[in-house]
């Protein structure tokens, strides 16, 4: 097999973990969403919402997406990747989510992911969307 065959495998391999944990992450199980993650994961948000920007580890990142859960109507933000692309360790996804909130409005944000994965898991995700939406739907 040649080295760019190789590559090429691992990177659709990653491609294809991040796939999966969108659709886990749509049907909102935080316990199955975490299996994604290694033990010392980070996730970062873009921007200075309280609660949501800034750093967490995977505990931290599960307390805050129990919270979310309970803010929608089907207890989940869908997420649907609109392009991925893969090198080494890494994914970038360009994504669209999709929730009916229970204070009655639509969270509809684009955002730019980059995974970084180990061992088939994700170790650090860095996370930007329109911070503007997400603080006149979630807070406004």
């Known amino acids: 097999m040649s080295t760019e065959a190789a590559t090429q495998s691992k990177e659709d391999a990653n491609k294809a973990v991040v796939t999966e944990f969108m659709e886990v992450f749509s049907r909102g199980d935080v316990d199955a969403i975490l299996e ?3 033990d010392d994961a980070t996730w970062w948000v873009a921007g200075t919402i309280e609660g949501i920007s800034g750093e967490k580890d995977k ?3 599960g307390e805050m ?4 859960s309970t803010l929608s109507t089907t207890g989940a933000i869908a ?3 609109r392009a991925l692309t893969a090198e080494g360790d890494r994914v970038a996804a360009e ?4 929730a009916e909130l229970t204070n009655g409005r ?3 944000n684009h955002y730019h992911f980059v995974f970084e994965l180990s061992g088939g898991r ?3 995700v860095r996370e930007y969307l329109d911070t503007e939406h997400t603080r006149a739907i979630f807070l406004g």
Not at 65 to 68: E, I, R, T
């Open 36 to 38: 994604f993650l290694t």
């Open 59 to 61: 505990a931290a990142f």
């Open 65 to 68: 997406l129990a919270g979310l």
């Open 122 to 124: 994700i170790r650090r």
């Open 79 to 81: 997420l649907t990747p």
């Open 95 to 98: 994504t669209e989510s999709y």
């Open 106 to 108: 639509v969270y509809n």
